[in-house]
């Protein structure tokens, strides 16, 4: 379990989401990852944001300004559209911060964006509708693992409900990698750890690393 890596939500420990102060609560509360959602403005620039860009958001720029201050912090990068991707990958090389960023949201649409225009970062595939563990048989978890491999992703990133031991036992067994959110309450956290995932995704960072 201690491998278990905790990812701060964006909105994390009750700060805005989106905002300079998710990013340091996540650090300050010893979270492996911060999460943030990115959106592009009118200049087609990325900002922090969940929902179309209003004109008050923090750039991406601003953020990874921040995050250069954290030497050991990985970034999730949960993208809601894919307008300008080419960008992402520039300031993260620009602030050598390209090793420590996945991408997140990835859906099957936007697989072929994402391998176009940001080549270099890493993604999981986000996958919606997984259905409930009762039902999952062995074919379908290799449906699952198949999907996964033909988009090329470094593994499955889905919500907790669906979180089975047996998924998560497939995807290891075929060296992909496995992220669960958004859990936040204390018997989720212990049944979701008992399985195993690589990584972890909540609003409560302090709480995750108590039970890990």
Partial sequence: MKNITITA??????????S?????AGAASGADVVEFDIRFDKN??????HDEPKGEEVTLEQAFRKLTEYKDLNTNIDIKSTANLKEIQRLAEKYNLLDRIFYTGVFEHYVEAVKKDSPKIPYYLNIRDVIKPKKQTQEYLMSLVKKVKD???????????????????????????????????KWN????????????????????????
């Fill in 189 to 212: 956290f212990i049944r979701i750890m008992k399985m195993s995932p690589d990584n972890i995704t909540t609003k409560k960072p302090n709480l995750a690393k108590k039970f890990r």
């Fill in 151 to 185: 988009n090329d992703a470094i593994g499955i990133n889905f919500h907790y409900k669906n979180a089975s031991k047996k998924l998560v036992d497939a995807f290891h067994d075929n060296g992909l990698l496995v992220s669960i959110w958004t859990v936040n309450r």
């Fill in 20 to 24: 300079i102060e998710s990013i340091s």
């Fill in 44 to 49: 087609n620039m990325p900002v922090l944001s």
């Fill in 9 to 18: 939500h964006t909105g994390c420990e009750k700060t805005p989401a989106n």
